[in-house]
Protein backbone atom coordinates (compact mmCIF):
# COMPACT_ATOMS: atom_id res chain seq x y z
CA UNK A 1 0.00 0.00 0.00
CA UNK A 2 1.41 3.86 -1.35
CA UNK A 3 2.31 6.66 1.41
CA UNK A 4 -1.08 8.47 -0.40
CA UNK A 5 -3.14 5.41 0.13
CA UNK A 6 -2.65 4.86 3.78
CA UNK A 7 -3.27 8.23 4.18
CA UNK A 8 -6.50 8.47 2.15
CA UNK A 9 -7.69 5.31 4.09
CA UNK A 10 -6.99 6.69 7.32
CA UNK A 11 -7.75 10.05 6.70
CA UNK A 12 -11.84 10.21 7.89
CA UNK A 13 -10.57 8.39 11.04
CA UNK A 14 -7.99 11.75 12.09
CA UNK A 15 -10.49 14.35 10.90
CA UNK A 16 -13.50 12.09 13.29
CA UNK A 17 -11.16 11.70 16.13
CA UNK A 18 -9.62 15.58 15.96
CA UNK A 19 -13.27 16.90 15.95
CA UNK A 20 -14.17 14.50 18.65
CA UNK A 21 -11.77 16.25 20.74
CA UNK A 22 -11.92 20.02 19.71
CA UNK A 23 -15.92 19.30 20.39
CA UNK A 24 -15.77 16.59 24.25
CA UNK A 25 -12.00 17.14 25.43
CA UNK A 26 -10.95 20.60 24.44
CA UNK A 27 -13.82 22.34 26.70
CA UNK A 28 -13.77 19.74 29.38
CA UNK A 29 -10.21 20.41 29.59
CA UNK A 30 -9.94 23.78 29.97
CA UNK A 31 -12.75 24.71 32.36
CA UNK A 32 -10.48 21.42 34.60
CA UNK A 33 -7.82 24.02 34.31
CA UNK A 34 -10.14 27.12 35.39
CA UNK A 35 -11.17 25.53 38.42
CA UNK A 36 -7.77 25.48 39.56
CA UNK A 37 -6.58 28.62 38.39
CA UNK A 38 -6.65 32.32 39.65
CA UNK A 39 -7.28 36.00 37.67
CA UNK A 40 -3.52 36.21 38.03
CA UNK A 41 -2.72 33.04 36.34
CA UNK A 42 -1.35 31.47 39.35
CA UNK A 43 -2.67 27.82 40.61
CA UNK A 44 -4.89 28.19 43.55
CA UNK A 45 -8.22 26.17 45.17
CA UNK A 46 -9.46 29.52 45.78
CA UNK A 47 -12.90 28.64 43.14
CA UNK A 48 -12.97 25.55 44.70
CA UNK A 49 -13.04 26.67 48.49
CA UNK A 50 -14.92 29.52 47.56
CA UNK A 51 -17.34 27.32 46.35
CA UNK A 52 -17.70 24.41 49.16
CA UNK A 53 -18.23 27.75 51.25
CA UNK A 54 -22.01 28.90 49.50
CA UNK A 55 -24.35 28.04 52.51
CA UNK A 56 -26.67 27.25 49.31
CA UNK A 57 -24.63 24.23 48.08
CA UNK A 58 -25.64 21.35 50.44
CA UNK A 59 -29.43 22.52 49.89
CA UNK A 60 -29.06 23.38 46.01
CA UNK A 61 -27.42 19.89 45.27
CA UNK A 62 -30.43 18.00 47.53
CA UNK A 63 -32.80 20.31 46.32
CA UNK A 64 -31.43 18.93 42.41
CA UNK A 65 -31.30 15.54 42.98
CA UNK A 66 -34.78 15.41 44.93
CA UNK A 67 -36.41 17.23 42.01
CA UNK A 68 -34.61 15.26 39.40
CA UNK A 69 -35.53 11.89 40.33
CA UNK A 70 -39.25 13.24 41.24
CA UNK A 71 -39.56 14.68 37.80
CA UNK A 72 -38.01 11.71 35.80
CA UNK A 73 -39.78 8.85 38.02
CA UNK A 74 -42.89 10.82 36.84
CA UNK A 75 -42.01 11.43 33.47
CA UNK A 76 -41.18 7.30 32.94
CA UNK A 77 -44.27 6.16 34.58
CA UNK A 78 -46.68 8.34 32.78
CA UNK A 79 -44.69 8.71 29.66
CA UNK A 80 -44.64 5.14 29.58
CA UNK A 81 -48.12 4.11 30.65
CA UNK A 82 -48.98 5.98 27.45
CA UNK A 83 -46.32 4.85 25.24
CA UNK A 84 -47.67 1.27 25.95
CA UNK A 85 -51.21 2.45 25.16
CA UNK A 86 -50.58 3.64 22.21
CA UNK A 87 -47.70 0.97 20.66
CA UNK A 88 -49.51 -1.86 21.70
CA UNK A 89 -53.10 -1.55 22.93
CA UNK A 90 -54.43 -0.45 18.90
CA UNK A 91 -56.22 3.09 20.27
CA UNK A 92 -57.44 4.72 17.79
CA UNK A 93 -55.80 7.85 16.10
CA UNK A 94 -52.51 6.66 17.57
CA UNK A 95 -50.66 9.28 15.22
CA UNK A 96 -52.91 12.58 17.22
CA UNK A 97 -52.26 11.10 20.55
CA UNK A 98 -47.95 11.30 19.84
CA UNK A 99 -48.00 14.62 18.09
CA UNK A 100 -50.33 15.76 20.92
CA UNK A 101 -47.86 14.26 23.80
CA UNK A 102 -44.86 15.30 22.17
CA UNK A 103 -46.18 18.74 21.60
CA UNK A 104 -44.58 20.25 24.67
CA UNK A 105 -41.05 19.94 23.11
CA UNK A 106 -41.64 22.56 20.93
CA UNK A 107 -41.49 25.05 23.59
CA UNK A 108 -38.81 26.46 25.05
CA UNK A 109 -38.93 25.44 29.37
CA UNK A 110 -38.73 28.67 30.59
CA UNK A 111 -42.23 29.44 28.11
CA UNK A 112 -43.42 26.42 30.08
CA UNK A 113 -43.14 27.73 33.49
CA UNK A 114 -43.98 30.80 32.65
CA UNK A 115 -47.43 29.68 31.26
CA UNK A 116 -47.99 27.28 34.68
CA UNK A 117 -47.44 30.84 35.89
CA UNK A 118 -50.15 32.22 34.34
CA UNK A 119 -52.24 29.22 35.52
CA UNK A 120 -51.35 28.37 38.75
CA UNK A 121 -49.87 31.51 40.67
CA UNK A 122 -51.55 31.90 43.72
CA UNK A 123 -52.69 35.04 43.29
CA UNK A 124 -54.04 35.48 40.11
CA UNK A 125 -53.31 32.32 38.11
CA UNK A 126 -55.92 31.61 35.85
CA UNK A 127 -56.80 28.23 37.48
CA UNK A 128 -57.15 29.72 40.68
CA UNK A 129 -59.73 32.25 39.20
CA UNK A 130 -61.58 29.54 37.69
CA UNK A 131 -61.72 28.03 41.51
CA UNK A 132 -62.53 31.08 43.00
CA UNK A 133 -65.43 31.83 40.87
CA UNK A 134 -66.72 27.80 40.98
CA UNK A 135 -66.71 28.28 45.10
CA UNK A 136 -63.59 25.65 45.61
CA UNK A 137 -61.13 26.61 48.63
CA UNK A 138 -58.17 24.87 47.25
CA UNK A 139 -55.39 26.45 45.40
CA UNK A 140 -52.91 25.72 43.27
CA UNK A 141 -49.11 27.11 44.06
CA UNK A 142 -46.66 26.61 41.25
CA UNK A 143 -44.20 28.27 43.22
CA UNK A 144 -43.40 25.13 45.52
CA UNK A 145 -41.15 22.07 45.56
CA UNK A 146 -44.32 20.26 44.01
CA UNK A 147 -45.12 22.84 41.32
CA UNK A 148 -41.49 23.03 39.74
CA UNK A 149 -41.90 19.04 40.00
CA UNK A 150 -44.51 19.46 38.04
CA UNK A 151 -43.47 21.80 35.52
CA UNK A 152 -40.25 20.43 35.45
CA UNK A 153 -42.07 16.53 34.49
CA UNK A 154 -43.87 18.36 31.57
CA UNK A 155 -40.79 19.44 30.25
CA UNK A 156 -39.08 15.68 30.44
CA UNK A 157 -42.16 13.99 29.57
CA UNK A 158 -42.25 14.36 25.83
CA UNK A 159 -39.13 13.11 24.82
CA UNK A 160 -39.37 9.68 27.49
CA UNK A 161 -42.72 9.19 25.72
CA UNK A 162 -40.89 8.79 22.48
CA UNK A 163 -38.63 7.37 23.66
CA UNK A 164 -40.71 4.25 24.91
CA UNK A 165 -43.14 4.56 22.68
CA UNK A 166 -40.63 3.72 19.64
CA UNK A 167 -38.97 0.47 22.42
CA UNK A 168 -42.54 -0.40 22.80
CA UNK A 169 -43.66 -0.65 19.01
CA UNK A 170 -40.42 -2.37 18.43
CA UNK A 171 -40.76 -5.12 20.96
CA UNK A 172 -41.58 -8.59 19.13
CA UNK A 173 -44.95 -10.49 20.75
CA UNK A 174 -43.93 -13.80 20.02
CA UNK A 175 -43.27 -14.58 23.74
CA UNK A 176 -46.13 -12.40 25.07
CA UNK A 177 -48.14 -14.25 22.65
CA UNK A 178 -46.57 -17.99 23.50
CA UNK A 179 -47.35 -17.34 26.91
CA UNK A 180 -51.15 -16.18 26.24
CA UNK A 181 -51.56 -19.53 24.38
CA UNK A 182 -49.44 -21.46 27.54
CA UNK A 183 -52.30 -19.98 29.93
CA UNK A 184 -50.54 -17.06 31.62
CA UNK A 185 -52.99 -13.84 32.37
CA UNK A 186 -52.34 -10.41 31.23
CA UNK A 187 -51.13 -9.58 34.27
CA UNK A 188 -48.42 -12.21 34.59
CA UNK A 189 -47.80 -11.29 30.87
CA UNK A 190 -46.98 -8.19 31.78
CA UNK A 191 -44.67 -8.75 35.01
CA UNK A 192 -42.71 -11.58 33.60
CA UNK A 193 -42.78 -10.89 30.06
CA UNK A 194 -43.45 -7.53 28.80
CA UNK A 195 -41.71 -5.60 31.56
CA UNK A 196 -38.60 -7.03 31.61
CA UNK A 197 -38.11 -7.00 27.83
CA UNK A 198 -38.77 -3.46 27.89
CA UNK A 199 -35.95 -3.10 30.56
CA UNK A 200 -33.42 -1.19 29.07
CA UNK A 201 -35.78 1.32 27.26
CA UNK A 202 -37.03 1.94 30.59
CA UNK A 203 -33.64 2.11 32.11
CA UNK A 204 -32.66 4.40 29.52
CA UNK A 205 -35.45 6.34 29.42
CA UNK A 206 -35.11 7.15 33.10
CA UNK A 207 -31.81 8.29 33.26
CA UNK A 208 -32.36 10.11 30.68
CA UNK A 209 -35.15 11.98 32.06
CA UNK A 210 -33.31 12.34 35.68
CA UNK A 211 -30.40 14.02 33.91
CA UNK A 212 -32.95 16.35 31.47
CA UNK A 213 -34.89 17.32 34.74
CA UNK A 214 -31.45 18.39 36.38
CA UNK A 215 -30.40 20.75 33.70
CA UNK A 216 -33.76 21.98 33.18
CA UNK A 217 -32.65 25.62 33.69
CA UNK A 218 -36.11 27.41 32.58
CA UNK A 219 -38.27 26.26 35.73
CA UNK A 220 -35.34 26.46 37.72
CA UNK A 221 -34.88 30.10 37.37
CA UNK A 222 -38.74 30.91 36.22
CA UNK A 223 -39.81 29.32 39.66
CA UNK A 224 -36.80 28.65 41.62
CA UNK A 225 -35.09 32.33 41.69
CA UNK A 226 -38.11 34.14 42.97
CA UNK A 227 -39.56 31.51 45.19
CA UNK A 228 -35.88 31.27 47.07
CA UNK A 229 -35.84 27.57 45.57
CA UNK A 230 -31.62 26.83 45.13
CA UNK A 231 -30.69 23.99 42.57
CA UNK A 232 -27.39 23.97 40.85
CA UNK A 233 -28.16 25.30 37.56
CA UNK A 234 -30.01 29.10 39.18
CA UNK A 235 -27.13 28.57 41.36
CA UNK A 236 -24.62 28.58 38.83
CA UNK A 237 -26.85 31.22 36.90
CA UNK A 238 -26.72 33.68 39.87
CA UNK A 239 -22.84 33.62 40.18
CA UNK A 240 -22.21 34.12 36.84
CA UNK A 241 -24.45 37.52 36.90
CA UNK A 242 -22.70 38.04 40.50
CA UNK A 243 -19.44 39.73 38.89
CA UNK A 244 -17.69 39.85 41.73
CA UNK A 245 -17.55 35.78 41.88
CA UNK A 246 -14.46 34.56 41.40
CA UNK A 247 -13.91 32.73 37.88
CA UNK A 248 -12.65 30.10 39.02
CA UNK A 249 -15.87 29.46 41.60
CA UNK A 250 -17.62 29.85 38.78
CA UNK A 251 -15.63 26.85 36.97
CA UNK A 252 -15.52 24.45 39.84
CA UNK A 253 -19.76 25.10 40.20
CA UNK A 254 -19.63 23.86 36.54
CA UNK A 255 -17.50 21.17 36.61
CA UNK A 256 -19.71 19.93 39.85
CA UNK A 257 -22.52 19.91 37.25
CA UNK A 258 -20.88 18.17 34.61
CA UNK A 259 -19.68 15.68 37.17
CA UNK A 260 -23.39 14.71 38.22
CA UNK A 261 -24.06 13.97 34.76
CA UNK A 262 -20.66 11.45 34.11
CA UNK A 263 -21.36 9.66 36.98
CA UNK A 264 -24.41 8.67 35.69
CA UNK A 265 -23.67 8.11 31.98
CA UNK A 266 -22.32 5.12 32.30
CA UNK A 267 -25.36 3.61 33.67
CA UNK A 268 -27.14 5.26 30.88
CA UNK A 269 -24.30 3.16 28.07
CA UNK A 270 -25.52 -0.44 30.22
CA UNK A 271 -28.87 0.34 29.87
CA UNK A 272 -28.45 -0.30 26.02
CA UNK A 273 -31.21 2.13 24.79
CA UNK A 274 -29.55 1.90 21.82
CA UNK A 275 -29.84 -1.52 20.71
CA UNK A 276 -33.13 -1.50 22.42
CA UNK A 277 -34.41 1.05 19.48
CA UNK A 278 -32.38 -0.59 16.72
CA UNK A 279 -34.74 -3.24 15.58
CA UNK A 280 -37.38 -2.34 13.23
CA UNK A 281 -41.25 -1.11 13.94
CA UNK A 282 -43.57 -4.13 14.78
CA UNK A 283 -47.37 -3.54 13.86
CA UNK A 284 -48.82 -6.57 16.90
CA UNK A 285 -51.54 -5.15 19.03
CA UNK A 286 -51.40 -8.03 21.63
CA UNK A 287 -53.55 -6.24 24.53
CA UNK A 288 -56.91 -5.55 23.38
CA UNK A 289 -58.58 -3.50 25.59
CA UNK A 290 -62.02 -3.62 26.87
CA UNK A 291 -64.39 -0.91 26.43
CA UNK A 292 -63.87 0.16 30.16
CA UNK A 293 -60.42 -0.15 30.22
CA UNK A 294 -60.62 1.72 26.47
CA UNK A 295 -62.43 4.52 27.58
CA UNK A 296 -60.33 4.43 30.76
CA UNK A 297 -57.07 4.68 28.65
CA UNK A 298 -58.65 7.62 26.12
CA UNK A 299 -59.53 10.05 29.01
CA UNK A 300 -56.04 9.35 30.59
CA UNK A 301 -54.52 10.34 27.64
CA UNK A 302 -56.70 13.10 26.97
CA UNK A 303 -56.06 14.63 30.74
CA UNK A 304 -52.00 14.27 29.86
CA UNK A 305 -52.42 16.45 26.53
CA UNK A 306 -54.65 18.94 28.26
CA UNK A 307 -52.29 19.69 31.47
CA UNK A 308 -49.06 19.16 28.93
CA UNK A 309 -50.15 20.99 25.64
CA UNK A 310 -53.14 22.45 25.70
CA UNK A 311 -53.65 24.31 29.11
CA UNK A 312 -50.10 26.03 28.53
CA UNK A 313 -51.07 26.94 25.21
CA UNK A 314 -54.33 28.40 25.33
CA UNK A 315 -52.92 30.23 28.87
CA UNK A 316 -50.18 31.96 26.77
CA UNK A 317 -52.52 32.61 23.61
CA UNK A 318 -54.99 34.52 26.52
CA UNK A 319 -51.97 36.31 28.10
CA UNK A 320 -50.98 37.59 24.89
CA UNK A 321 -54.33 39.00 23.88
CA UNK A 322 -55.21 40.67 27.08
CA UNK A 323 -54.50 43.67 28.11
CA UNK A 324 -51.63 44.92 30.81
CA UNK A 325 -54.11 47.05 32.84
CA UNK A 326 -57.12 44.30 32.93
CA UNK A 327 -57.61 42.24 35.66
CA UNK A 328 -57.80 38.66 36.09
CA UNK A 329 -60.52 38.88 38.64
CA UNK A 330 -62.90 41.23 35.84
CA UNK A 331 -65.89 40.32 34.15
CA UNK A 332 -65.79 37.48 31.22
CA UNK A 333 -67.55 39.92 29.12
CA UNK A 334 -65.26 42.70 30.09
CA UNK A 335 -62.17 40.65 29.27
CA UNK A 336 -63.68 39.27 25.89
CA UNK A 337 -64.07 42.70 24.43
CA UNK A 338 -60.77 44.17 25.60
CA UNK A 339 -59.01 41.07 23.66
CA UNK A 340 -56.57 42.48 20.92
CA UNK A 341 -53.71 41.76 18.98
CA UNK A 342 -51.16 44.66 19.90
CA UNK A 343 -48.32 41.97 21.55
CA UNK A 344 -48.36 39.90 17.89
CA UNK A 345 -47.67 43.38 16.13
CA UNK A 346 -44.80 44.48 18.50
CA UNK A 347 -43.40 40.96 17.94
CA UNK A 348 -43.54 41.13 13.95
CA UNK A 349 -42.03 45.19 14.14
CA UNK A 350 -40.02 44.39 16.65
CA UNK A 351 -36.34 43.75 15.19
CA UNK A 352 -34.84 42.39 18.21
CA UNK A 353 -37.49 39.63 17.93
CA UNK A 354 -37.16 39.64 13.95
CA UNK A 355 -32.91 38.96 14.54
CA UNK A 356 -33.96 36.38 17.59
CA UNK A 357 -36.13 34.17 15.59
CA UNK A 358 -33.74 34.70 12.47
CA UNK A 359 -30.36 33.64 14.62
CA UNK A 360 -32.21 30.67 16.40
CA UNK A 361 -33.27 29.07 13.18
CA UNK A 362 -30.23 29.24 11.38
CA UNK A 363 -28.23 28.00 14.40
CA UNK A 364 -30.47 25.23 14.45
CA UNK A 365 -30.13 24.29 11.26
CA UNK A 366 -25.85 24.58 11.37
CA UNK A 367 -26.29 22.51 14.65
CA UNK A 368 -28.55 19.53 12.97
CA UNK A 369 -26.39 19.38 10.41
CA UNK A 370 -22.95 19.40 12.07
CA UNK A 371 -24.29 16.92 14.67
CA UNK A 372 -25.78 14.50 12.35
CA UNK A 373 -22.18 14.34 10.41
CA UNK A 374 -20.17 14.33 12.81
CA UNK A 375 -22.50 11.91 14.92
CA UNK A 376 -22.65 9.77 11.71
CA UNK A 377 -18.70 9.86 11.17
CA UNK A 378 -18.30 9.09 14.94
CA UNK A 379 -20.84 6.06 14.58
CA UNK A 380 -19.20 4.32 11.47
CA UNK A 381 -16.06 4.65 13.16
CA UNK A 382 -16.97 3.15 16.34
CA UNK A 383 -18.98 0.07 14.38
CA UNK A 384 -16.39 -0.55 12.31
CA UNK A 385 -14.63 -3.73 13.63
CA UNK A 386 -10.75 -3.89 14.39
CA UNK A 387 -11.10 -0.05 15.20
CA UNK A 388 -9.06 0.60 17.75
CA UNK A 389 -9.90 2.83 20.50
CA UNK A 390 -13.41 2.41 19.92
CA UNK A 391 -14.44 1.94 23.15
CA UNK A 392 -12.87 5.61 23.87
CA UNK A 393 -14.47 7.28 21.22
CA UNK A 394 -18.07 5.75 22.52
CA UNK A 395 -17.93 6.92 25.62
CA UNK A 396 -16.11 10.57 24.56
CA UNK A 397 -18.92 11.08 21.85
CA UNK A 398 -22.15 9.86 24.56
CA UNK A 399 -20.28 11.76 27.24
CA UNK A 400 -22.30 15.38 26.16
CA UNK A 401 -25.46 13.40 26.74
CA UNK A 402 -25.13 13.72 30.99
CA UNK A 403 -23.49 17.40 30.68
CA UNK A 404 -25.80 20.15 32.16
CA UNK A 405 -25.99 23.08 29.27
CA UNK A 406 -25.94 25.70 32.00
CA UNK A 407 -21.83 24.23 32.79
CA UNK A 408 -21.50 23.35 29.09
CA UNK A 409 -21.73 26.89 28.19
CA UNK A 410 -19.34 27.97 31.16
CA UNK A 411 -16.97 25.39 29.42
CA UNK A 412 -17.36 26.64 26.08
CA UNK A 413 -16.96 30.18 27.17
CA UNK A 414 -13.44 29.28 28.65
CA UNK A 415 -12.19 27.15 25.61
CA UNK A 416 -13.76 29.32 22.98
CA UNK A 417 -14.59 32.74 23.43
CA UNK A 418 -11.01 33.62 25.02
CA UNK A 419 -7.64 33.56 23.47
CA UNK A 420 -6.84 32.64 21.19
CA UNK A 421 -9.78 31.76 19.58
CA UNK A 422 -12.05 34.33 20.25
CA UNK A 423 -15.31 33.03 19.02
CA UNK A 424 -18.67 35.27 19.11
CA UNK A 425 -21.67 34.83 19.93
CA UNK A 426 -23.00 32.98 17.24
CA UNK A 427 -20.50 30.90 16.81
CA UNK A 428 -20.26 29.99 20.70
CA UNK A 429 -24.19 29.18 20.54
CA UNK A 430 -24.08 27.06 17.80
CA UNK A 431 -21.10 24.93 19.37
CA UNK A 432 -23.07 24.29 22.50
CA UNK A 433 -26.28 23.29 20.64
CA UNK A 434 -23.31 21.08 18.29
CA UNK A 435 -21.47 19.16 21.32
CA UNK A 436 -25.30 19.23 23.76
CA UNK A 437 -26.89 17.48 21.19
CA UNK A 438 -24.02 15.42 19.33
CA UNK A 439 -25.22 11.97 21.90
CA UNK A 440 -28.42 11.45 19.96
CA UNK A 441 -27.30 11.40 16.12
CA UNK A 442 -24.45 8.91 17.52
CA UNK A 443 -26.33 6.69 19.03
CA UNK A 444 -29.05 6.89 16.23
CA UNK A 445 -25.92 6.57 13.90
CA UNK A 446 -24.34 3.74 15.79
CA UNK A 447 -27.72 1.87 16.02
CA UNK A 448 -28.67 2.05 12.30
CA UNK A 449 -24.40 1.37 11.28
CA UNK A 450 -24.56 -1.63 13.37
CA UNK A 451 -27.60 -3.16 11.67
CA UNK A 452 -26.51 -2.19 7.92
CA UNK A 453 -25.15 -4.64 5.89
CA UNK A 454 -21.37 -4.68 5.63
CA UNK A 455 -21.36 -6.39 1.93
CA UNK A 456 -21.85 -3.21 -0.02
CA UNK A 457 -19.44 -1.00 2.01
CA UNK A 458 -16.77 -3.92 1.40
CA UNK A 459 -17.63 -4.28 -2.43
CA UNK A 460 -17.46 -0.27 -2.83
CA UNK A 461 -13.81 -0.47 -1.11
CA UNK A 462 -12.55 -3.49 -3.44
CA UNK A 463 -13.31 -1.61 -6.22
CA UNK A 464 -11.23 1.27 -5.16
CA UNK A 465 -13.54 4.07 -3.86
CA UNK A 466 -12.51 5.83 -0.95
CA UNK A 467 -13.64 4.89 2.46
CA UNK A 468 -16.16 8.30 2.26
CA UNK A 469 -17.89 7.62 -0.67
CA UNK A 470 -18.37 3.89 0.43
CA UNK A 471 -20.07 4.73 3.38
CA UNK A 472 -21.93 7.41 1.67
CA UNK A 473 -23.12 4.49 -0.65
CA UNK A 474 -23.66 1.50 2.17
CA UNK A 475 -24.09 3.61 5.33
CA UNK A 476 -25.98 6.57 4.51
CA UNK A 477 -28.60 4.50 3.07
CA UNK A 478 -29.48 2.93 6.21
CA UNK A 479 -28.90 4.98 8.65
CA UNK A 480 -30.81 8.74 6.89
CA UNK A 481 -34.19 7.85 8.69
CA UNK A 482 -32.99 7.42 12.24
CA UNK A 483 -30.85 10.39 11.41
CA UNK A 484 -33.32 12.59 10.14
CA UNK A 485 -35.44 11.25 13.60
CA UNK A 486 -32.37 12.90 15.34
CA UNK A 487 -32.03 15.84 13.76
CA UNK A 488 -35.75 16.74 14.14
CA UNK A 489 -34.97 16.44 18.07
CA UNK A 490 -31.60 18.36 17.74
CA UNK A 491 -33.44 20.71 15.91
CA UNK A 492 -36.46 21.23 18.33
CA UNK A 493 -34.13 21.54 21.39
CA UNK A 494 -31.46 23.78 19.35
CA UNK A 495 -34.13 26.12 18.53
CA UNK A 496 -36.05 26.69 21.84
CA UNK A 497 -32.24 26.30 23.73
CA UNK A 498 -32.11 29.01 26.90
CA UNK A 499 -29.66 26.74 29.21
CA UNK A 500 -26.37 27.66 27.10
CA UNK A 501 -28.24 30.71 25.04
CA UNK A 502 -29.07 32.63 28.07
CA UNK A 503 -25.52 32.73 29.00
CA UNK A 504 -23.55 33.16 25.66
CA UNK A 505 -26.06 35.59 23.93
CA UNK A 506 -24.92 39.00 23.20
CA UNK A 507 -26.44 42.12 22.35
CA UNK A 508 -27.10 42.18 18.57
CA UNK A 509 -27.17 38.21 18.59
CA UNK A 510 -30.21 37.67 20.38
CA UNK A 511 -31.89 33.95 20.88
CA UNK A 512 -35.34 32.83 20.93
CA UNK A 513 -34.70 31.12 24.20
CA UNK A 514 -32.51 34.21 25.84
CA UNK A 515 -34.97 36.42 24.32
CA UNK A 516 -38.24 34.78 25.67
CA UNK A 517 -36.49 34.54 29.43
CA UNK A 518 -35.55 38.26 29.13
CA UNK A 519 -38.67 39.61 28.16
CA UNK A 520 -40.25 37.24 31.13
CA UNK A 521 -37.89 38.95 34.03
CA UNK A 522 -38.34 42.10 32.02
CA UNK A 523 -42.31 42.23 32.92
CA UNK A 524 -42.99 41.88 28.77
CA UNK A 525 -45.31 38.72 29.28
CA UNK A 526 -47.69 39.62 26.54
CA UNK A 527 -44.75 40.26 24.27
CA UNK A 528 -43.09 37.14 25.28
CA UNK A 529 -46.23 34.95 25.37
CA UNK A 530 -47.06 36.02 21.49
CA UNK A 531 -43.54 35.22 20.91
CA UNK A 532 -43.61 31.89 22.12
CA UNK A 533 -46.19 30.75 20.43
CA UNK A 534 -44.93 32.20 17.22
CA UNK A 535 -41.65 30.26 17.73
CA UNK A 536 -43.50 26.99 18.36
CA UNK A 537 -45.34 26.99 14.90
CA UNK A 538 -41.78 27.75 13.88
CA UNK A 539 -39.75 24.65 15.65
CA UNK A 540 -43.19 22.86 14.38
CA UNK A 541 -42.18 23.85 10.63
CA UNK A 542 -38.26 22.97 11.00
CA UNK A 543 -39.19 19.89 12.72
CA UNK A 544 -41.73 18.61 9.78
CA UNK A 545 -38.67 19.74 7.02
CA UNK A 546 -36.07 17.43 8.52
CA UNK A 547 -38.62 14.82 8.80
CA UNK A 548 -39.98 14.84 5.37
CA UNK A 549 -36.01 15.57 4.01
CA UNK A 550 -35.38 12.19 5.40
CA UNK A 551 -37.89 10.17 4.06
CA UNK A 552 -37.43 11.23 0.30
CA UNK A 553 -35.34 8.28 -0.31
CA UNK A 554 -38.18 5.71 1.12
CA UNK A 555 -40.61 7.43 -0.76
CA UNK A 556 -38.48 8.38 -4.34
CA UNK A 557 -38.22 4.09 -3.31
CA UNK A 558 -42.00 3.04 -3.34
CA UNK A 559 -42.42 5.12 -6.08
CA UNK A 560 -40.15 3.40 -8.34
CA UNK A 561 -41.34 -0.02 -7.21
Same mark, same amino acid.
Given at each position: ?201 ? #? ?19 ? #? ?136 ? #? ?60 ? #? ?137
Amino acid at each position: MSYNSAVKDKLPRIVALTALVFLVGWPAMRLAVGTLTGEDGVWTLMGWREVFALPALPRAAWNTLLLASVSAFSAVLFGGAAAFLIARCGLPAPGLWRTGLAAPILFSQSVLAAAWVLLADRQGGLLNVLAERLGVAWRLNVFSPSGMALVVMSCVLPPAFLFLEAAFARMDPALEETAAVCGADARTILLRVTLPRAAPAL #GGASLISFLAAAAAFGPQAVL #GLPSGIWTLPNLLYARWNLYSAHPASIAALAALLLTLGASVRPLLVRSRIAEALASPRVDAQTWPLGPYARATALVGLVLMVIIGAILPAMALLLRSLTPYGLQVHAPASEVWSRLNMDAWITVACDPQWRRAFAHSL #GMAYAATVLSAAVGLALAALAARPGTRGATWVDAAASAPLGWSATALAVAISAAFGASPMRL #GPPALMTLAYLIRELPLPYLAGRASVAGAPRALEEVALALGASPITAARVALWPAARPALAAAGAVVFCASFREIEASVLLAAPGWESFGASSYAAWTGGQVREMSAASLIGAVLAGLGTATILWAGSIDRRQGEKAC
